[in-house]
């Protein structure tokens, strides 16, 4: 099967039978981060780059480009707070999303 | 050349998986649908199947192995009755959404309760609306023809739905009839290999099955599986076309008993349909004018195909051997007089809610219908449209 995205503007004609999903790891291609009630904020001078965010975060959403986090992916993030909780420095800010 | 045997019901269709040969059978036991694995183990046991038998320990488990099966790309079947269908309800509506064509020997019965084990049709009735494909039929040799003819339907391409193989329990599933049966080879070059488009076990082409499906798709999935359950009816008819080349056994839609010239008419479904027809014979040789229409296709329902069938008629006995309990008709009824809605207006139709828990259905009951019929295709009056017929007042 050609990997097919399903997104929502996909018709019921050319929608894969039963929602069979093509392709491996193309979660990433669905957007959960509009679930988002609360929003990380990322304050960039606390942050000493310990990286114990990373792997707390459950959708994968703190990206690491060579050895350093970066932004958060909002695409993906749905502002659950474990990275906040996570942080010795105080470098997360959870903020309510507007 | 075909095998002439005289088999039951149960017997016939296990003999049918046995040609066949599926790839996975999940089931447990249930009466009257017992003998089905229980015919079919033996076939395992014996090595006369390459099938992987899973004895699961209920019918919940065995839809869901039957899913899991059929998904991994395995020609999948089961069966079972009443009680049985009724606890694989859940995963009834995920086989069918998830478009997956395993065939399902549904050996009705009536569904508890109070319990009891004997015939009507409230089990299947009940599961009208799962997204199966129902094939009904009135004898042995019906539900062996029908078993053999399910797979393909399900199968194809255009279709890609589970299929229920219908039958009365106890008065076919376990009465001995005369028997046609296919040579092994004949019914192997028929059904084929089972090739699905996708399926879990194809590495090359990796899917998921089953996911979440949220509001911006689920609707769409449910309007692509109403245009397979339409798609059906074409399929259905092409495999019966080429099932009858191969034994000159005609199957349609639904089956016209002496409705050519027919003023009063009687819908029924399964094994009542052979006393229906002896009436009916008895009514003609005294010049009245009766016919019947036994449903063989219940999902998807034949509308237009029954509305001119039925249109000719001046009143129509419509006779459930289940109730919906809507206090207005019983499943077949509401059906037949919604498809006659605005297509055929003015012919009187009536409803018998009949045999219900295997009460037996005698001749005596049929031709009192048909009298009712009589009566108000003269007068033009409907005294009762929704009624019991057989039960003590």
Known sequence: ?98 | MAIRDRLSGNEAVAVAMRQINPDVVAAFPITPSTEVPQYFSAFVANGKVDTEFVPVESEHSAMSACIGAEAAGARTMTATSANGLALMWEMLYIAASSRLPIVLAAVNRALSGPININNDHSDTMGARDSGWIQLYGETNQEAYDNMLMAVRIAEHPDVMLPVMNCFDGFITSHAVENIELLEDDAVKAFVGDYKPEHCLMDQDCPIAVGPLDTVAHYFEHKRQQAEAMKNAKKIILEVSAEFEKLTGRKYGLFEEYKMEDAEIAMVVINSTAGTAKFVIDGLRDKGVKAGLVKIRVFRPFPVDELVAALSKVKAIAVMDKADSFNAAGGPLFTDITSALYGRADGIKVVNYIYGLGGRDVKTDDLAFVFDELQEIAKTGKVKSVYNYLGVRE
């Not at chain 1, 503007?9 to 957007?31: C, L, M, Q, Y």
């Not at chain 1, 994968?60 to 474990?82: A, N, P, Y």
């Open chain 1, 1 to 98: 099967m050609n990997k097919k995205i399903l997104d929502p503007a996909v018709t019921w004609k050319e929608i894969t039978p039963g929602g069979t999903i093509s392709d491996a790891g193309n979660a990433h291609e669905f957007k959960t981060g509009d679930w988002r009630s609360d929003r990380p904020v990322w304050l960039s001078d606390k942050c000493k780059q310990c990286l114990l965010c990373v792997p707390v975060c459950p959708d994968s959403s703190i990206l690491v480009v060579d050895g350093k986090r970066t932004d958060f992916d909002f695409d993906h993030c749905k502002g659950c707070g474990i990275c906040a909780k996570a942080c010795p420095f105080g470098a997360i800010e959870m903020k309510e999303e507007e």
